[in-house]
């Protein structure tokens, strides 16, 4: 039997008011020892403020926070056994990359032989070794930012709070340095808690990503729970792309439900839902899990889907727009009910771009277990 998860950080209904505001309202959520765990939100949903609040710097107006099982209540950020790497990776400019990393250490009264060790030790875990003579302005964003990342590894931290990390990077490195910095909570296995608003780098480096929206938790599920399987509207138009159908549940039996969208149809599930005959819903359908067919190619498509057991999935329209990405091309369809849909399609030749242009006829299909229900 694997052990339960023992968490490290324990958020008790704590809320946070700045006057009229409410930034963090009644959030629950455990952190457990040793994952890599992203508070992910829009622009003022409070992720920062809840951030701030576990490493001292705000204290909540309600609640607790528990860290190591010790309420932290009156207790200072310094005594915390947290560190956080801000977003603008602030190093000092006078001061080599060896000094700046020893500089907490030097504060806390270490020795110098073990800040030698313990320095290199740092520098070498974030793929600096031999870079500690260096001053920071001979040090690209990226470099510096691993100096900032060295300086808290140093003071070995139970937790490692990280505020927007990787903002201040270009989008190339910033996509190496998020691979780079889950290889690196994995080596040292330090609970690492990163806030973030972009998505893509919530879904690449999370264990757990707890979705806040106007301070409250609005889902916390593993990268791909979330998702796949959304918990409601917010969640599923926030991470990632989808298209999002009202409708109205026609048929809920045990293993398969449908739901009548206007402008798109019956759309068909092969799972049941919890909800009264004629309730209203939302269906959630990403892109990608929509099949686009080659013009010409539908009619075989329907012909044989007439055969598919259990609801098959099918509608045609016309292209009203195309986007090639690519790696993809985004097509947004104009469906015969009237509703626009979006579909991704991955170009696997270097001519499949080619098989289609504006105003085309086109027919789609989707499995029945790609469309998410949601009800609120
Ligand atoms: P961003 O990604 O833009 O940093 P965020 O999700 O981190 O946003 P917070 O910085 O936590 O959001 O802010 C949440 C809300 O609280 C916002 O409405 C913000 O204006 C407000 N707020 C934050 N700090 C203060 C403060 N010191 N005084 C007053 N209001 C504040």
């Known amino acids: 039997m694997t052990e339960p998860a023992k968490p490290i950080i324990q958020i008790q209904n704590v809320s946070k008011r700045f006057g009229k505001v409410t930034a963090v309202d009644n959030v629950s959520l455990d952190i457990n020892a040793g ?50 790497v801000f977003q603008s990776y602030a190093v000092f400019p006078h001061m080599s990359v060896a000094d700046n990393v020893a500089y907490g250490l030097k504060i806390a009264g270490v020795k110098g032989g073990e800040i030698k060790d313990r ?39 139970k937790v490692l709070l990280l505020d927007e990390p990787l903002s201040a990077l270009d989008a190339k490195l910033r996509a190496q340095m998020q691979f780079e910095l889950s290889e690196l909570q994995e ?39 979330l998702y796949e399987y959304p918990a409601n509207r917010f969640v599923a138009d926030f991470v990632g792309s989808v298209n999002i159908f009202e409708g109205k549940l026609t048929l809920d039996e045990p293993d398969k439900a449908a739901v009548d969208c206007p402008g798109v149809g019956k759309i068909y599930l092969n799972h049941g839902v919890t909800g009264p005959h004629g309730a209203d819903v939302w269906i959630a359908l990403r892109p990608e899990k929509i099949y686009l067919h080659v013009p010409g190619e539908g009619k075989a498509v329907k012909a044989a889907a007439q055969d598919a057991p259990d609801g098959y999935n099918f509608a045609r329209g016309k292209i009203k727009g195309m986007s090639y990405l690519g790696d993809i091309t985004l097509f947004e369809i104009e469906l015969d009910g009237g509703a626009r849909i979006r579909v991704s399609r991955p170009n696997l030749s270097r001519h499949d771009q080619e098989d289609f242009t504006w105003d085309d006829r086109v027919s789609m299909h989707w499995r029945a277990d790609s469309p998410v229900v949601l009800l609120g």
């Open 35 to 84: 994952e890599f765990f992203v508070l992910l939100g829009p622009s003022g949903c409070g992720k920062t403020t809840l951030l701030r609040m576990i490493a001292g710097f705000e204290l909540p107006t309600e609640g607790r926070i528990l860290i190591d099982g010790q309420d932290m209540a009156g207790i200072p950020p310094n005594k915390r056994p947290v560190n956080m």
């Open 119 to 157: 320095v290199a030790e740092a520098l070498e875990l974030v793929k600096l070794g031999g870079f500690g003579e260096r001053m920071p302005d001979q040090m690209s964003g990226g470099q510096r930012q691993r100096v900032a990342l060295a300086r808290s590894l140093v003071m070995r931290p």
């Open 187 to 225: 080596k040292v296995g330090i609970t690492f808690v990163t806030v973030t608003h972009d998505q893509d780098e919530a879904l690449s480096m999370a264990c757990r990503i707890g979705v806040i929206n106007k301070g409250e938790v609005a889902q916390l599920a593993t990268p791909s729970d």
